[in-house]
């Protein structure tokens, strides 16, 4: 077993070249870089790099938890690929590696992130699909692990956060709607005791009562986070005696579905029925066109990730900043609502 | 630090539902799983699970290595969140965790792959977007952890395999196309030196030959796997003085932005351009709807996980059965070509 020294005198090139190499640099030499990589596995480097990593109490890795499941992922949802994008631009600064955390949604998100830490091998997490109330936050903050969360919680353990602005769709979503005239307004409750979803409902509650109109509870429909969720929502809202003249959501996955179900039904977005909804790489194709919200991805992923940094010893100086941010959304008007 | 033993001695409940609640099984009464799950805190049995990895030489964990990049997963592509629900339905009957191993285009796979070995992290991994010729098999095969390829390669180490029929999708598509009169015949390329887009091209071009018809070089498009990638194909078709009469295609994530493209240049498809391409989640809401390859991503991700398994000594017994395959795709018509 070697260290990345001995390698370096082996081959008689500098031990930068040789960390260039080993950690895939674009700048290396191709026939130096085969060299390195040929070398190291005979010299048994591999092993030697996993002892240093132990030695350091460092593993390089980064890990960003997510819910999977064919409710969800199965159905084509792509925003956390996209998020990955933007943090991976960031940690490869500083030969960090992301790995994804899939959580299965039929297990208990608690005991899985226990077995993760128990693991040893994340020197940071980023934690997804926030509840109500988040006990990974104090399984965390107990192992002193430096984490982000992707969304807010009632648990607060002083970590850093970052969370699209539910409450400002919401607010600029009904102050639309309620203008344009409409009285019976639904909305759409993203699944489960998901922290997003109170933040959204609760808001649109409060929004409408400043108007003086009562967000009735038969007007909160439950959809699942994906595009049969939408189409289910869609049959449901097409059933009722008397329907609301306008929808609200922020779950993006649910919007083509949405918009298949109310096709079928006869009820044109728009014109039977007004929708304001979230935009993704899937939603530009729609007819007639989706009014929505809309953000970078990519630009959230290099927040989460630097503000992530900015909790880890080792990288604290080059990232000063907003711990805690609420995330702005842009509404791109179209013929929907 | 204690172990499962000293935690269930501790508890005075049963080894068996201490390790149901550590694992997160449904059929434990809450209250007990919080119990445990505070005895373990409290007794530092998640130090000690660690301790147990080690000497088990087993750390519980399998290991997706996947392509990332904002032209690869930035544009919304989900093939692999689907795949991944399948392979976890598979994992979870033996308390087996998923990571996905996010190596960015931007890098160097073969290194990303020598680091993610040293970290030692995984028991076995699971290979996606192989080349032509492909040194992650020879790397994983040295250091015999046990693996499979989602895709073939010029580069085989006797390791399982499973891939899509690109094959069979060629043969499909121009008999179709040339059944139907069709004689200017354009394909789109997959990206970079992936391995499928020499399967679907070369066998385009013999099945065209049996009909005495060339496939022209000018013909095959170079499309990156995304909406935007579709997008650019389609401007570069239309701005064509004579353009093929048809294309086919086998990466799903470029349909809706091929028909976008298209519809922007006045250019219908199913009318003006005949389309046999590939499904997705995403393609559905299309007008005209897809004539276009479709399989069940989730039942893809239960034979892999399956055959990975019988490759692994633990869990050889359960799992016999092909451990190479082609997936057969089935074609679903619609009104584009």
Request: glycine share 10%.
């Amino acid at each position: 077993m070697k260290g990345i020294r001995q390698l370096a005198d082996h081959l008689d090139i500098s031990i930068g070249t040789v960390s260039r190499a080993l950690n895939g640099k674009a700048d290396v030499n191709p026939q130096t870089r085969q060299r390195v990589l040929e070398a190291a596995e005979k010299l048994g480097y591999v092993a030697n790099q996993s002892g240093r990593s132990l030695r350091k109490g460092s593993t390089g890795v980064i890990g960003f938890m997510m819910q999977t499941g064919p409710e969800i992922t199965g159905q084509g949802d792509s925003f956390f690929m996209s998020v990955f994008d933007g943090v991976q631009t960031v940690l490869a600064r500083h030969d960090l590696d992301l790995v994804a955390l899939l959580c299965s949604s039929s297990e208990d998100p608690d005991a899985y992130l226990q077995r993760t830490v128990a693991r040893g091998f994340a020197d940071a997490i980023i934690l997804s699909a926030t509840r109500r109330n988040d006990a990974r936050f104090e399984l965390l903050d107990r192992h002193k692990i430096p984490f982000i969360s992707l969304g807010r919680s009632l648990t607060d353990v002083g970590q850093p956060w970052i969370d699209l602005d539910f409450e400002g769709m919401a607010e600029i979503a009904m102050e639309r709607l309620v203008l344009a005239g409409h009285k019976d307004i639904g909305v759409i409750w993203p699944h489960g005791d998901l922290n997003l979803g109170h933040l959204f409902v609760e808001r649109c509650r409060s929004v409408l009562g400043t108007h003086g109109i009562r967000l009735r509870e038969e007007n909160i429909f439950r959809g699942k986070p994906s595009e049969a969720g939408g189409y289910a929502v869609a049959k449901e809202i097409a059933a009722r005696p008397s329907r609301p003249s306008a929808i609200a959501l922020v779950n993006e996955t649910l919007v083509t579905g949405l918009y298949k179900g109310l096709e079928e039904a006869g009820i044109t977005p728009g014109k039977d029925i007004a929708i304001v909804g979230r935009h993704s790489p899937h939603t530009q194709f729609l007819s007639p066109t989706l009014t929505g919200f809309n953000l970078s991805l990519h630009d959230l992923g290099i927040a989460l990730a630097e503000t992530l940094l900015s909790e880890m010893p080792a990288y604290r100086q080059a990232y000063e900043g907003l711990r805690r941010r609420v995330w702005p959304m842009m509404l791109i008007e179209g013929a929907s609502g």
